[in-house]
């Protein structure tokens, strides 16, 4: 991984950001995407710190696996934690401008960066704003300076390294996600179709929206998540109409096979239908997240080019990698510049959807990639 996707050389600065072990639970929940729905479903404190301390004790054991590496390869590796609870205020502002410019500076002082955090940098708020350019968030802030690349991994999962996602030829990987993405921008729309299941939905597309992780991060600006090989579009608030079946893996939820999830919208792009089985053990989990407006919307759509991933996993880096796989995110992208505000961030998987681009198109089929030989 640090050689073929982010190229790291010998006595290169490799830093990994980690969260460390802290008794603020709820401040961490509150940070993420990831646990949101802790705030829901009515777990106690006892079983939210359980499943906090080992989401970050494998996230620790990943980055010893990662030191050793650098160790190997020559290069030097430090390991720069985050605690949110000494650094952001309860309004997830900084403390103070000082503390955030140390952030800033010592987050700068690596050539590579390495997201291993359980709330992710795309959280941190920027350490302030310039009267020439506006930035989201730190980890913009901080990749606008052209010194360091970097990976999102802090939704990463121990399978992504055994023979999973990870371990894809990226070189191959690369080209092939590439030419998907420009296939794409050339198209207006977008329809996910699966007669049998009775999906029918259409995307219309904005170029300047739809982007791509190769899994090669080899110049300074460079960054996106890993385990990687998809193409993806940011969707415009409401731009998505039609008919969704889900019944694939989807994160916050598990396996939804057994009590599947039907949506549909109205004209505007809204989600105005929601059919779910009381019987479902998530049934109370979906209703409350259907009361925040956001998750009302189709925020993402994700395809997966990556052989290695697995379609079946529940894990998020491998569901939506894996090739043919077709996901799309319930809720906000202004994270990846969309228009859509809030909380919900949820990727559910379409198994064996076609995907068919301005009406002629067909570029999977029953989730079988279809590219043209070059």
């Not at 290069?75 to 900084?94: G, M, N, Q």
């Not at 992710?120 to 606008?144: C, T, V, Y």
Request: proline share 3%; glycine share 8%; hydrophobic share 40%.
């Amino acid at each position: 991984m640090l050689t073929q996707c982010l190229g790291v050389k010998e006595n290169e600065k490799v830093m990994i950001v980690e969260t460390p072990l802290t008794k603020c639970y709820n401040s961490l929940v509150r940070a993420n995407r990831i646990l949101w729905w802790y705030r829901y479903c009515g777990r106690d404190s006892k079983e939210l710190e359980d499943t906090i301390v080992k989401l970050i004790k494998r996230r620790q054991k990943i980055g010893d696996a990662l030191r050793i590496a650098c160790h190997e390869i020559g290069c030097s590796v430090t390991f720069y934690a985050i605690d949110i609870c000494k650094v952001l205020d309860t309004d997830f502002r900084w403390l103070s401008k000082q503390t955030a410019q140390k952030v800033f500076r010592d987050l700068l002082d690596a050539d590579v960066l390495i997201d291993l955090s359980l709330f992710g940098l795309d959280e941190l708020p920027p350490i302030g704003l310039s009267k020439f350019r506006s930035f989201a968030n730190l980890r913009q802030e901080l990749l606008s300076t052209g010194k360091l690349r970097g990976a999102d991994m802090h939704i990463v999962s121990d399978q992504s390294f055994v023979n999973g996602a990870m371990c894809a030829n990226y070189d191959k990987l690369a080209k092939e996600v590439c030419q998907l993405e420009n296939i794409i921008k050339k198209s207006r729309t977008l329809d996910i179709i699966n007669d049998e299941k009775g999906i029918d939905v259409r995307i219309k597309i904005r170029p300047e929206k739809v982007f791509k992780g190769t899994g090669k991060i080899l110049k300074p600006g460079e960054y996106h998540f890993l385990p990687s090989g998809v193409v993806g579009v940011c969707l415009t608030k409401g731009s998505s109409t039609g008919r969704l079946f889900l019944d694939g893996p989807a994160y916050a939820f598990g396996d939804l096979s057994d009590f599947p999830i039907t949506l549909e919208t109205d004209n505007n792009g809204r989600i105005v239908d929601i059919y779910l089985s009381e019987n479902a053990p998530y049934y109370s989990l979906v209703m409350n997240m259907f009361k925040m407006d956001e998750a009302h919307y189709l925020g993402e759509l994700i395809i997966g080019l990556n052989p290695n991933g697995d379609i079946n996993s529940v894990q998020p880096m491998e569901f939506y990698v894996a090739r043919g796989s077709v996901s799309l995110a319930l809720g906000k992208n202004d994270h990846i510049g969309g228009d859509i505000s809030g909380i919900v961030h949820v990727h559910v998987c379409i198994p064996e959807a076609t995907i068919e681009l301005d009406d002629r198109r067909i570029i999977l089929e029953k989730g079988k990639l279809i590219l043209p030989e070059e």
